[in-house]
Nanobody, 127 residues
């Protein structure tokens, strides 16, 4: 079982940057596509970005494309989300999760496709 632990959140001004980390314990994440999701107050959890288990492919929500970069270091069992040009609408709790199917050939974006959720890290962007 993969147990993600997110860190790196905080308060930042609009236009600033943050780097989130997701350190996974338990099972290695090498065979799992990993995703970042976020949930703002009063809203449903939404897909942000994902990186395929092989590390060769990534996929982003339109709202973050060109501003956020997902990466992974399988040797450290860690996934990262570099966030730049942050906007107030990026304010949310950010979660890391592992695809429920190991070595899936495609990247999926539905929350129901992911298991092993972390506790989340708060990102607040002030205007």
């Amino acid at each position: 079982q993969v147990q993600p632990l997110e860190s790196g959140g905080g308060l930042v001004q609009a236009g600033g940057s943050l780097r989130l980390s997701c350190a996974a314990s338990g099972r290695t994440i090498t065979r799992y596509t990993m995703g970042w999701f976020r949930q703002a107050p009063g809203k449903e959890r939404e897909f942000v970005a994902a990186i395929r288990w092989s590390g060769g492919s990534t996929y982003y929500a339109d709202s973050v494309k060109g501003r956020f970069t997902i990466s992974r270091d399988n040797a450290k069992n860690t996934v990262y989300l570099q966030m730049t040009r942050l906007k107030p609408e990026d304010t949310a709790v950010y979660y890391c999760a592992a695809d429920r199917i190991p070595m899936r050939t495609i990247i999926v974006v539905g929350t129901y496709e992911y298991d092993y959720w972390g506790q989340g890290t708060q990102v607040t962007v002030s205007s």
